[in-house]
């Protein structure tokens, strides 16, 4: 099996970017361990290439310190930083030949002849290029050239990989198949890896931890499962997943008012003095027939989406519009149709409460 | 393997300090180091600052300041403007320089759009060839039109009756030897505008049931408008600013170009020659700042997703193309054959008989074949070093990194030569280079300063060509290059020059047929010792040896097409060797 030297810590402190009046990076401080695989993800322009390119060296932070390991990198430039990258376009050198690339890195560090020849087989092999080495990426399918672009930056054995929408380029099939095969030779090899993404589901699929990102800030840091079931602010629950949202007043407590009537929720109340938004995804919401549950409303529209069906909910009384997603199943029993009547509940565990 | 500790490492922590006071040492040294770094190429692009000063901008600065000198060199404000204002020059020259241009430039643009559109929107046979022959002017000297006029329509012309008593040498001449060296320039820009046309275009016209003459006007004309405004200005500045045509055919008629050679050359008055010439430089700088402006606003129509036009088969369309390219081949073909025709009969119009004795340069005044040769290594000097200095500069500009403003200040350097005429080039030259507190004023009459008056005056082109390959490679190259710790040495050696080849060779052939066409620039440049062969053309022409005069016209136009050849060639060896690499397996 192929060797790796051990991936290397990262810790970015105080890391701020300005391009002149604009604040691209504000505050920037994370610590990533040896052997991670993080995701940086959020809209376009919320920092996250900006922070990467840092992180590389190829943008000079305004101010702000970088670790990787024991050495203070902040001031160095990348070629005397340990990292290998794969961009979006890939770059791949297209006047060479699938193994040039691969040793480009290797012949610049004045490695062996034959120890280059070894370390590309062994790397064409890992990555499943073998039968490719002598043709041009111009020759390869999307796939492989990305393919090629990660076996490049791995040559060298950085401590580091840093991946800026290395899938984005790809259609669903090739992506999600890369998705994992990216994932389980970063696991094999323990190279500590930053993937920059807007794709939620990438970042929740590969990750094992998130950096959601929105206007120069880091919004949260958790695992998948954390940032999904308890996203730290709106922009994350908005941004990662569907959620409905209703203004709300505090009562006390625990305590909100929606509508006429009044919640209990499980979670503590944000400390604010504006009024507090709650929230809840379209799957915790319980659909149940007619008479049973709390909240009674009718169906507006109904969205067939393969496996589950977005259901359109206007709840009387309080004249307020939920989404909700049902199994195609439960929606034969409860006989959903629309303009037809149902009743649902709001369990307390699922609702999320946010500062308005 | 590695382990994964969720939760607890991913720490948000805004209390850690910026930075310690006992980093800080080490962090400043890196910071050296990182500086150098990047210095080094901020140095070499203020090198290459320097060095385009030096040869426009010094230049130029001279001759402004000249033109508000008497001759003893005492500051006389505008005087010298006033003197030439009442002298009547304004009326003659001026205006007339204004409205030549102005109708050239309204015959050009309309026979080049009417031939890119035969060529791009019509399925006629054998556009290749037809191409070939509209884009021939540009191998000739602008003085080769000029004197085939002369032997077509002037007193002993062929064909003199055509003209309804009119007289050749005048506007009539400038005009149409002016609309024949200028329309391969509008043709070219005007084809790169309309070949890249997006079908989805033109088929949503269709399903709109839009007519074919409907569709001309909303699609067609539109996505072409663009080029239009931009061949315009081109060639008005190129027929403003030309002199060998006027000088040829122009007669009596007075132009700026012809004036500021009879102000110098003819009259020895130096700062009114630096009047005319801020007269010449006004037009072309307000056409170079209007394209310009208008060029800031094109976006690209031409999208990844669009899909290229391929025109139906339609037999009328095809007939329409034909009859709109028929003249400007014939005209082209006229023109050349009759400069071919007429250096090759003995003695026009009494002896007919065809004979090599026109080509026995040796025995004429003018320089003979020491002026070909002079010419031929002036070519390949521009060649070779204006080919460096412009990729080394426009390579330093787009792949390194440099501050904003040096870039800034690089591209107008780049760029302003294509505002400034050869002649005001030229004799800017004469002031900057031939002063006697000029350090370097001894490269004065020697074929050195020619070659670097030359590669001035074609540098924005060549310059434009270079960044435009430039910009087209992976952005990221220098980036992946240094994170596998190549330096940008090595990136710009194994990958940029070998994908830029193509357009190396471009601008090679550029600089060198127009280095061996040129004469606006260096009829002030050259001395005894390095005569060239565009200015032979125009020296035995004025001697009134004009048979001799159309053989070496003939004899460079000859050279340039040679190099046009081997510059083919080496394109279709470099294509089929990048073949693989460029196109993949299909």
Same mark, same amino acid.
């Given at each position: 099996?192929?060797?790796?030297?051990?991936?290397?810590?990262?810790?970015?402190?105080?890391?701020?970017?300005?391009?002149?009046?604009?604040?691209?990076?504000?505050?920037?401080?994370?610590?990533?361990?040896?052997?991670?695989?993080?995701?940086?993800?959020?809209?376009?322009?919320?920092?996250?290439?900006?922070?990467?390119?840092?992180?590389?060296?190829?943008?000079?932070?305004?101010?702000?310190?970088?670790?990787?390991?024991?050495?203070?990198?902040?001031?160095?430039?990348?070629?005397?930083?340990?990292?290998?990258?794969?961009?979006?376009?890939?770059?791949?050198?297209?006047?060479?030949?699938?193994?040039?690339?691969?040793?480009?890195?290797?012949? %610049?560090?004045?490695?062996?002849?034959? @120890? *280059? +020849?070894?370390?590309?087989? &062994? =790397?064409?092999? $890992?990555?499943? #290029?073998?039968?490719?080495?002598?043709?041009?990426?111009?020759?390869?399918?999307?796939?492989?050239?990305?393919?090629?672009?990660?076996?490049?930056?791995?040559?060298?054995?950085?401590?580091?990989?840093?991946?800026?929408?290395?899938?984005?380029?790809?259609?669903?099939?090739?992506?999600?198949?890369?998705?994992?095969?990216?994932?389980?030779?970063?696991?094999?090899?323990?190279?500590?890896?930053?993937?920059?993404?807007?794709?939620?589901?990438?970042?929740?699929?590969?990750?094992?931890?998130?950096?959601?990102?929105?206007?120069?800030?880091?919004?949260?840091?958790?695992?998948?499962?954390?940032?999904?079931?308890?996203?730290?602010?709106?922009?994350?629950?908005?941004?990662?997943?569907?959620?409905?949202?209703?203004? %709300?007043?505090?009562?006390?407590?625990? @305590? *909100? +008012?929606?509508?006429?009537? &009044? =919640?209990?929720? $499980?979670?503590? #109340?944000?400390?604010?003095?504006?009024?507090?938004?709650?929230?809840?995804?379209?799957?915790?919401?319980?659909?149940?027939?007619?008479?049973?549950?709390?909240?009674?409303?009718?169906?507006?529209?109904?969205?067939?989406?393969?496996?589950?069906?977005?259901?359109?909910?206007?709840?009387?009384?309080?004249?307020?519009?939920?989404?909700?997603?049902?199994?195609?199943?439960?929606?034969?029993?409860?006989?959903?149709?629309?303009?037809?009547?149902?009743?649902?509940?709001?369990?307390?565990?699922?609702?999320?409460?946010?500062?308005? | 393997?590695?382990?994964?500790?969720?939760?607890?490492?991913?720490?948000?922590?805004?209390?850690?300090?910026?930075?310690?006071?006992?980093?800080?040492?080490?962090?400043?040294?890196?910071?050296?180091?990182?500086?150098?770094?990047?210095?080094?190429?901020?140095?070499?692009?203020?090198?290459?600052?320097?060095?385009?000063?030096?040869?426009?901008?010094?230049?130029?600065?001279?001759?402004?300041?000249?033109?508000?000198?008497?001759?003893?060199?005492?500051?006389?404000?505008?005087?010298?403007?006033?003197?030439?204002?009442?002298?009547?020059?304004?009326?003659?020259?001026?205006?007339?320089?204004?409205?030549?241009?102005?109708?050239?430039?309204?015959?050009?643009?309309?026979?080049?759009?009417?031939?890119?559109?035969?060529?791009?929107?019509?399925?006629?046979?054998?556009?290749?060839?037809?191409?070939?022959?509209?884009?021939?002017?540009?191998?000739?000297?602008?003085?080769?039109?000029?004197?085939?006029?002369?032997?077509?329509?002037?007193?002993?012309?062929?064909?003199?009756?055509?003209?309804?008593?009119?007289?050749?040498?005048?506007?009539?001449?400038?005009?149409?030897?002016?609309?024949?060296?200028?329309?391969?320039?509008?043709?070219?820009?005007?084809?790169?505008?309309?070949?890249?046309?997006?079908?989805?275009?033109?088929?949503?016209?269709?399903?709109?049931?839009?007519?074919?003459?409907?569709?001309?006007?909303?699609?067609?004309?539109?996505?072409?408008?663009?080029?239009?405004?931009?061949?315009?200005?081109?060639?008005?500045?190129?027929?403003?600013?030309?002199?060998?045509?006027?000088?040829?055919?122009?007669?009596?008629?007075?132009?700026?170009?012809?004036?500021?050679?009879?102000?110098?050359?003819?009259?020895?008055?130096?700062?009114?020659?630096?009047?005319?010439?801020?007269?010449?430089?006004?037009?072309?700088?307000?056409?170079?700042?209007?394209?310009?402006?208008?060029?800031?606003?094109?976006?690209?129509?031409?999208?990844?997703?669009?899909?290229?036009?391929?025109?139906?088969?339609?037999?009328?369309?095809?007939?329409?193309?034909?009859?709109?390219?028929?003249?400007?081949?014939?005209?082209?073909?006229?023109?050349?054959?009759?400069?071919?025709?007429?250096?090759?009969?003995?003695?026009?119009?009494?002896?007919?008989?065809?004979?090599?004795?026109?080509?026995?340069?040796?025995?004429?005044?003018?320089?003979?074949?020491?002026?070909?040769?002079?010419?031929?290594?002036?070519?390949?000097?521009?060649?070779?070093?204006?080919?460096?200095?412009?990729?080394?500069?426009?390579?330093?500009?787009?792949?390194?990194?440099?501050?904003?403003?040096?870039?800034?200040?690089?591209?107008?350097?780049?760029?302003?030569?294509?505002?400034?005429?050869?002649?005001?080039?030229?004799?800017?030259?004469?002031?900057?280079?031939?002063?006697?507190?000029?350090?370097?004023?001894?490269?004065?009459?020697?074929?050195?300063?020619?070659?670097?008056?030359?590669?001035?005056?074609?540098?924005?082109?060549?310059?434009?060509?270079?960044?435009?390959?430039?910009?087209?490679?992976?952005?990221?190259?220098?980036?992946?290059?240094?994170?596998?710790?190549?330096?940008?040495?090595?990136?710009?050696?194994?990958?940029?020059?070998?994908?830029?080849?193509?357009?190396?060779?471009?601008?090679?052939?550029?600089?060198?047929?127009?280095?061996?066409?040129?004469?606006?620039?260096?009829?002030?440049?050259?001395?005894?010792?390095?005569?060239?062969?565009?200015?032979?053309?125009?020296?035995?022409?004025?001697?009134?040896?004009?048979?001799?005069?159309?053989?070496?016209?003939?004899?460079?136009?000859?050279?340039?097409?040679?190099?046009?050849?081997?510059?083919?060639?080496?394109?279709?060896?470099?294509?089929?060797?990048?073949?693989?690499?460029?196109?993949?397996?299909?």
């Amino acid at each position: 099996m192929i060797q790796h030297t051990q991936g290397s810590r990262l810790e970015v402190r105080g890391v701020n970017k300005f391009f002149g009046e604009f604040c691209a990076l504000k505050d920037i401080n994370l610590t990533i361990e040896p052997g991670e695989l993080v995701c940086f993800l959020g809209p376009s322009g919320c920092g996250k290439t900006t922070l990467l390119r840092i992180i590389a060296g190829l943008e000079q932070q305004s101010c702000g310190t970088l670790r990787q390991g024991d050495v203070d990198i902040s001031q160095k430039p990348p070629r005397d930083r340990d990292f290998g990258i794969v961009f979006q376009s890939y770059a791949l050198f297209p006047n060479m030949t699938v193994t040039d690339n691969v040793a480009y890195g290797l012949r %610049s560090i004045g490695m062996p002849k034959a @120890r *280059v +020849r070894d370390r590309v087989d &062994e =790397l064409l092999a $890992v990555v499943g #290029l073998e039968d490719h080495a002598r043709k041009y990426p111009a020759q390869l399918s999307g796939g492989q050239q990305q393919r090629v672009a990660l076996a490049r930056a791995l040559a060298p054995s950085p401590g580091l990989l840093l991946l800026d929408e290395p899938l984005s380029a790809l259609d669903a099939k090739v992506r999600h198949h890369l998705r994992s095969e990216i994932r389980s030779l970063q696991k094999q090899l323990g190279v500590t890896t930053i993937m920059v993404t807007h794709d939620q589901e990438e970042a929740l699929a590969m990750a094992d931890r998130v950096v959601v990102m929105n206007n120069g800030v880091i919004e949260q840091v958790g695992t998948p499962l954390d940032i999904y079931q308890q996203p730290a602010s709106a922009f994350v629950a908005s941004f990662i997943g569907a959620m409905n949202f209703f203004d %709300s007043a505090p009562v006390n407590g625990q @305590r *909100v +008012r929606l509508g006429n009537r &009044e =919640l209990d929720l $499980v979670r503590p #109340l944000p400390a604010t003095p504006d009024g507090i938004r709650l929230a809840i995804r379209p799957e915790d919401v319980h659909l149940l027939p007619q008479g049973d549950g709390e909240w009674e409303g009718q169906v507006q529209a109904m969205d067939y989406l393969g496996a589950f069906i977005r259901t359109h909910v206007r709840l009387h009384g309080v004249e307020l519009d939920l989404v909700v997603d049902v199994d195609p199943r439960s929606a034969r029993q409860l006989e959903l149709r629309v303009g037809g009547a149902v009743c649902l509940n709001l369990p307390s565990d699922a609702l999320h409460c946010f500062a308005a | 393997m590695p382990s994964f500790h969720p939760g607890k490492t991913f720490m948000m922590d805004s209390s850690v300090p910026l930075t310690s006071p006992s980093r800080r040492a080490g962090a400043l040294s890196e910071l050296r180091q990182r500086v150098t770094g990047r210095w080094l190429f901020a140095l070499l692009l203020v090198l290459g600052c320097a060095v385009l000063s030096l040869l426009v901008l010094a230049p130029l600065y001279t001759l402004l300041s000249k033109s508000v000198e008497n001759k003893a060199g005492d500051f006389v404000g505008l005087d010298n403007f006033a003197h030439y204002l009442s002298s009547g020059g304004i009326e003659s020259a001026f205006f007339n320089s204004l409205w030549v241009a102005g109708l050239s430039t309204l015959v050009v643009v309309g026979l080049a759009f009417m031939a890119a559109w035969a060529l791009t929107r019509t399925r006629l046979p054998m556009t290749g060839w037809i191409r070939g022959v509209l884009v021939l002017p540009i191998l000739a000297p602008s003085l080769l039109p000029a004197i085939s006029l002369v032997y077509l329509f002037g007193n002993q012309g062929v064909l003199k009756s055509w003209l309804f008593g009119a007289e050749i040498y005048g506007p009539i001449g400038i005009i149409m030897g002016s609309c024949f060296w200028t329309f391969p320039h509008a043709l070219m820009i005007l084809l790169t505008a309309m070949d890249n046309a997006d079908g989805r275009h033109y088929e949503a016209a269709t399903a709109l049931k839009a007519s074919p003459w409907r569709t001309f006007w909303t699609v067609t004309v539109p996505g072409a408008r663009y080029g239009l405004v931009s061949a315009a200005f081109v060639v008005f500045t190129l027929v403003i600013t030309d002199f060998g045509v006027p000088k040829v055919i122009g007669g009596q008629f007075d132009v700026l170009a012809t004036d500021i050679y009879k102000q110098v050359i003819g009259q020895q008055k130096f700062e009114m020659g630096a009047v005319v010439s801020v007269l010449l430089l006004l037009p072309a700088m307000l056409a170079f700042l209007a394209d310009r402006y208008v060029q800031r606003k094109q976006s690209a129509s031409f999208t990844a997703r669009s899909v290229p036009y391929r025109p139906r088969r339609d037999h009328r369309r095809d007939v329409i193309g034909a009859v709109m390219l028929a003249p400007t081949i014939l005209f082209i073909l006229a023109i050349i054959g009759m400069a071919v025709y007429a250096s090759f009969v003995t003695f026009w119009p009494y002896n007919l008989e065809l004979s090599l004795n026109n080509y026995q340069f040796g025995r004429m005044d003018g320089g003979g074949w020491g002026a070909y040769t002079n010419s031929l290594q002036m070519a390949l000097g521009t060649m070779v070093i204006g080919t460096l200095l412009v990729f080394f500069n426009a390579w330093l500009m787009e792949r390194t990194p440099q501050p904003r403003l040096l870039t800034g200040v690089f591209q107008f350097l780049s760029l302003l030569p294509l505002a400034v005429p050869g002649l005001v080039l030229g004799l800017s030259y004469i002031f900057f280079f031939n002063h006697p507190d000029n350090p370097i004023n001894g490269i004065y009459g020697t074929l050195f300063i020619l070659i670097l008056c030359t590669v001035s005056h074609f540098y924005a082109v060549s310059h434009l060509t270079a960044v435009t390959a430039l910009k087209q490679l992976d952005q990221e190259f220098e980036a992946v290059g240094e994170s596998l710790k190549a330096s940008r040495w090595r990136v710009l050696f194994t990958v940029t020059l070998p994908l830029c080849l193509p357009a190396i060779l471009d601008v090679a052939l550029y600089l060198f047929v127009n280095a061996m066409t040129t004469v606006s620039a260096v009829v002030f440049l050259y001395g005894h010792d390095s005569q060239l062969a565009s200015v032979a053309v125009l020296n035995m022409d004025e001697a009134g040896d004009i048979a001799p005069a159309a053989a070496m016209a003939i004899l460079i136009t000859t050279t340039c097409a040679a190099a046009k050849l081997i510059q083919g060639g080496l394109r279709f060896w470099v294509d089929r060797s990048t073949r693989a690499w460029r196109q993949g397996t299909e």
